[in-house]
């Protein structure tokens, strides 16, 4: 059950909520690190993974340029339908194959062999920006993330020092902060990007608690919404 107090919850260690840990408590130091999980924007993306990101992007983006320009809604779906066979070719010519295997990778009808995974997702990922930019263009797009179970480092009062365990699930992220984390990580600032993500979290599981405490670790693989 969330909190709607910004006080530390109690519970037993191990429970379904949280549990006053202490500086070795159960949780602390395991997982991964808020970077670690900001990291896997780009780390977590395979070949297939990319392609179909960018061909969605390309066509969204060439849709709402028609749109805004006042194109008819045939005009709209040309020009994405276009941008997203330029993306796919682009991709393909990257990848050493034929557009049409970009394609297939893209609806998830195929898959990229282990030999062509390994040797083109790095020129895929460099054309998008690489690992940093790409983790950038993704999260400025996140309106949320399924965060599960975290260990937090109380910051004040009786129990700083101490961990706890807290039972995220899904939270909502504002698209203001979301972009500003995309921003830090762009700009090579992982460490104000991750204290942004913790706080971020945090405040949208119970208002306040970014002022005391923050998110060390999640213990769980995290999605992003």
Do not use: C
Not at 11 to 33: D, V
Not at 107 to 122: F, L, N, T, Y
Request: without cysteine; hydrophobic residues 40%.
């Amino acid at each position: 059950m969330r909190t709607k107090s910004n006080q530390p919850r109690k519970g037993k260690p191990g429970s379904g909520g949280s549990g006053s840990g202490g500086a070795g408590g159960r949780g602390a130091g395991k997982g991964a690190s808020p970077l670690a999980v900001l990291r896997s924007l780009s780390a977590g993306m395979g070949l297939a993974d990319m392609a179909k990101w960018a061909a969605d992007q390309a066509a969204e983006a060439a849709a709402a340029a028609a749109q805004a320009a006042g194109a008819t809604a045939t005009q709209i779906s040309n020009a994405a339908k276009h941008a997203r066979a330029e993306s796919i070719r682009a991709t393909a010519t990257k990848a050493g194959v034929k557009p049409q295997t970009v394609r297939r990778w893209a609806r998830g009808a195929q898959s990229p062999s282990a030999s062509k995974e390994k040797g083109a997702r790095q020129k895929v990922q460099r054309s998008l920006g690489g690992a940093r930019g790409l983790q950038a263009a993704r999260m400025s797009r996140v309106a949320g993330m399924n965060a599960g179970n975290v260990t937090v480092l109380i910051k004040s009062g009786p129990n700083a020092g101490t961990t706890e365990r807290r039972n995220i699930g899904s939270v909502g992220i504002p698209s203001s902060t979301s972009r500003e984390i995309a921003e830090l990580l762009e700009d090579g600032d992982v460490v104000t990007a991750e204290e942004l993500l913790s706080d971020a979290v945090l405040d949208g599981y119970g208002p306040g608690l970014s002022g005391i405490m923050r998110i060390v670790s999640f213990d769980d693989p995290t999605s992003w919404l």
